[in-house]
């Protein structure tokens, strides 16, 4: 028998991984989002539940993706509001947590899960909205092996590339890392763009430069032209771009490091998120740096 799946968190990446595997032939049973409208629109075109308590979704379900904004709202959908996801009959779930959060909120989880005869496991993701609708997202999972051997073949159907990192929390450390180098390259590329604008020079003929040689990017293929034009749609907002290069922060200071790269650019997305940009995707943090832009 099929198992059955439920969604928590149906915004942009989370709505298009219920549409792969409904459309893969999985029974999607239900569906929920905080922004209840999300939930309904999406329960409507799949034909499943839209409850509004979490532990009937979750009685529904047998394997309960998570796709949700931060710490708060994870401790939330798992802990701290009455009606959560491990409120109601939890053996033998299993839960998968995809949202970025912090390592220790994962390892919490786990504990939580664990103590309701559930599971959990981190599939932390490193791709867009695309590779999301199209199964071909990137992830790291974390969590007990067991866990992952459970839903790793349809964790396949979510995914082209898949590495398990190891136990709870070290693929959500992984992904921190990822992000922050990421951002990082954000917004060095736009300090690059914004001042060759400002030189005079070609961007066009610039980015083709940096393109064949040591400024090279993944950063430049998917936000060089986005910066120059100002075609900041997003995929992956400036709010989401401060929050992740935070837990890196974090994770820095536990460690005993000083990050003066991450913190700068910290330091620059939470000036976006600050000036109410903070939905503009990550490549408007170079409304920071060009001259001229209503940013600066």
């Not at 993701?125 to 790793?152: H, N, T």
């Not at 290069?245 to 994770?251: K, N, Q, V």
């Amino acid at each position: 028998m099929a198992r059955k799946i439920a969604f928590v968190g149906v915004g942009r990446m989370g709505a298009n991984m219920a549409r792969r595997l409904h459309e893969l032939g999985h029974p999607v049973v239900a569906v929920a989002d905080s922004h209840r409208p999300n939930a309904e629109a999406l329960a409507e075109e799949l034909g499943c539940a839209a409850p509004t308590s979490l532990s009937d979704l979750a009685g529904m379900a047998d394997i309960i993706i998570t796709v949700v904004t931060d710490d708060k709202a994870m401790r939330s959908i798992f802990k701290t509001r009455k009606d959560n996801l491990l409120s109601g009959k939890t053996r033998g779930k299993i839960f998968i947590n995809c949202a970025t959060v912090s390592p220790k909120t994962h390892v919490e989880v786990e504990k939580l899960c664990k103590a309701r005869k559930a599971a959990s496991i981190e599939a932390c993701m490193a791709s867009s909205i695309p590779q999301a609708r199209s199964g071909s997202l990137y992830l790291m999972v974390g969590g007990e092996k067991r866990s992952y051997s459970r839903v790793q073949k349809l964790l396949s159907e979510l995914s082209s590339t898949m590495t398990y990192i190891g136990p709870a929390g070290q693929a959500a450390s992984v992904k921190a890392l990822v992000n922050m180098v990421m951002n990082i390259n954000t917004a060095a590329l736009a300090e690059g763009l914004g001042l060759g604008d400002a030189l005079g020079i070609d961007l066009d003929v610039l980015r083709q430069v940096f393109s064949q040689t040591g400024a090279n990017s993944r950063v430049l293929e998917t936000d060089g032209e986005d910066m120059q034009k100002r075609d900041h749609d997003c995929y992956f907002s400036a709010a989401h771009a401060a929050k992740d290069s935070s837990i890196a922060a974090a994770l820095g200071r536990s460690a005993r490091l000083k990050l003066p790269l991450n913190d700068a650019t910290v330091g620059q997305y939470k000036k976006l998120v600050d000036l109410g940009l903070g939905d503009l995707d990550k490549s408007g943090i170079a409304e920071l740096t060009f001259k001229g832009r209503s940013a600066k």
